[in-house]
């Protein structure tokens, strides 16, 4: 039996700095950021399903699943900064092609009947736009938490960051973040000792 290096990769998740251009008063990695959007995820799902789908549910486990290893190619990319990444169509569409290759580069490192398995956590598949949809909002949500608690440090740096991803969250036009940004996120700014009995 061959050996594989492919989980002992993933777990370098927790030696990876997001946010590389600002000023941090709690450094972040992509694995603590990678279950956050997991969390965040399952619920936009859910409420979407409770609250304002109609006809077929969508998985909210499958929808975690993703969000789960959405900044897995960051293992061998790092994490590419908001501004540089989406400075040009350019420069977007190559770190594209960097992150594709990356994510085959990974697949290749598990065992060759585990490949096809692990292939639809990578690599986004026909007919899951919806899903991916919602993983997107929630690495948005996870991206203003992070910029509220800043700024609840007193780091000013967060500022624009967080009225930018406001206006992307509500350009997403989805229901289920209104109601998220209504409903649950006003908690993360109060202290825990008011919501414990």
Not at 130 to 154: H, N, P, R, T
Not at 164 to 193: G, Q
């Amino acid at each position: 039996m061959q050996q594989s290096p492919f989980f002992a990769l993933l777990s370098r998740m927790k030696y990876i700095s997001r946010w590389a251009l600002m000023r941090n008063a709690c450094q972040e990695n992509i694995s603590e950021h990678s279950l956050e959007t997991a969390l965040l995820a399952h619920c936009l799902v859910t409420l979407r399903n409770e609250r304002f789908g109609e006809g077929k549910k969508l998985s909210a486990e499958r929808a975690a699943t993703l969000a789960l290893f959405h900044d897995v190619p960051e293992v061998l990319t790092g994490d590419m900064p908001t501004p540089v990444k989406y400075h040009s169509e350019r420069v977007r569409d190559a770190y594209r092609q960097v992150e594709e290759s990356a994510c085959e580069s990974l697949l290749a490192l598990l065992p060759e009947d585990l490949r096809e398995s692990y292939r639809p956590l990578l690599v986004p598949e026909p007919g899951e736009e919806a899903l991916w949809a919602y993983v997107k909002a929630a690495d948005k949500l996870s991206a203003l938490i992070k910029c509220m608690e800043e700024q609840k440090f007193g780091n000013r740096e967060f500022r624009l960051a967080q009225h930018s991803i406001r206006a992307a969250l509500s350009s997403m036009k989805l229901p289920e973040v209104d109601c998220f940004l209504a409903e649950f996120l006003p908690a993360y700014e109060e202290p825990l000792d008011g919501y414990i009995k």
